[in-house]
C-alpha cells in the first residue's frame, strides 16, 4: 500500500523544506501529490520535480483544460527529463483572470491524448462521489478507463461504509482513498454546500475525530488492495500527521 500527501508548492524553498520535515519525520508516507494552483507561480510539475530528491514518487496534478488538444503534449517530454512517470489528470476549474488562455478540453480527452503520445507516462484520473449520482460518476469512470487512465485518486471520503460501496463497485481498479481534515462547522458547510459532501451521523469537527477517520481510511485501504491520499487542508501538518502514524 502506497501513502500520498498533498503539499502546495508556495514557494520551492518553502516546499523544500516542508518535504524535507514530512520525510524524515512520516516514514509511511512514500508519495507526495503537487496540485497546480492558478494563484502560484509554481506550476505542478515544477513542484514535483523539486520534490524528487525526497520522494521517487512525486505526482503533479495536470489541468485538462491548460491544454490544446490540436497541439502536441511537449509536457509530457520535461516530466520524464525530470524523473515524473506519474501524473493526475484533473478537468480544472476556469482561471479568475480570464485573459489567462483555456480550452475545452475534457479530461478523457487529455488522458487518451497523453497514454498515445507518451504510453511510458501512468495516469491517473479522479473520482468524486459527491459530483453525481453513482451510477452517472461510474459510468464518467468508465469513460476514463476506455481512454486509457492507469487509477484514480478521490475526492476526500468522510465514511468508511461509502468507501465500501465504491470498492465494491470498482474491484478491479487501482485506487487513491481520499482523506482531508475538516476541522470546524463552517469547512463542513463548505464541504456540504460547495461539494455535496455527505458526512456521517458520528461526526465532529475536532482532530481526535479527524486522526481516528484517518487510521480507519488506512486500515480499509490496506485491507481493499488500495492507497491512501491524504490531503491536510487547513490544518497543522505536524499535528495531524503524528496523530495518525503515533
Not at 177 to 202: C, H, I, L, Q
Not at 215 to 222: K, L, S
Request: with cysteine; proline share 7%; aromatic share 12%.
Amino acid at each position: 500500500m502506497h501513502i500520498s500527501i498533498e503539499l502546495v508548492p508556495r514557494g520551492l524553498d518553502r516546499f523544500r523544506e516542508e518535504l524535507q520535515a514530512v520525510r524524515k519525520r512520516h516514514a509511511p508516507i512514500d508519495t507526495v501529490n503537487v496540485p497546480d494552483l492558478m494563484r502560484l507561480s509554481v506550476r505542478s510539475w515544477e513542484g514535483a520535480a523539486a520534490a524528487r530528491p525526497f520522494y521517487q514518487r512525486a505526482i503533479p496534478h495536470i489541468r485538462a483544460i491548460d491544454f490544446d488538444l490540436r497541439k502536441p503534449f511537449k509536457l509530457g517530454s520535461e516530466l520524464l527529463r525530470n524523473g515524473l512517470a506519474e501524473i493526475l489528470v484533473i478537468a480544472g476549474d476556469p482561471p479568475a483572470d480570464m485573459t489567462r488562455k483555456v480550452y475545452p478540453t475534457k479530461t478523457a480527452e487529455l488522458i487518451r491524448k497523453v497514454k498515445h503520445e507518451y504510453p511510458q507516462l501512468k495516469v491517473y484520473a479522479a473520482i468524486d462521489p459527491y459530483r453525481s449520482s453513482i451510477r452517472d460518476e461510474l459510468g464518467y469512470v468508465g469513460e476514463k478507463l476506455e481512454a486509457g487512465a492507469d487509477g484514480f485518486f478521490t475526492q476526500p471520503f468522510f465514511d468508511v461504509r461509502l468507501m465500501e460501496v465504491y470498492a465494491e463497485l470498482l474491484p478491479c481498479c487501482d485506487i487513491y482513498w481520499g482523506v482531508s481534515p475538516v476541522m470546524t462547522d463552517a469547512s463542513r458547510g463548505y464541504w456540504e454546500t460547495k461539494n455535496n459532501a455527505v458526512f456521517p451521523a458520528n461526526f465532529k469537527p475536532a482532530l481526535d475525530w479527524n486522526v481516528d477517520f484517518a487510521r480507519r481510511a488506512i486500515g480499509f485501504a490496506d485491507k481493499a488492495g488500495g492507497h491512501v491520499y491524504l490531503m491536510p487542508i487547513k490544518v497543522d501538518v505536524e499535528t495531524y500527521l503524528s496523530g495518525i502514524f503515533s
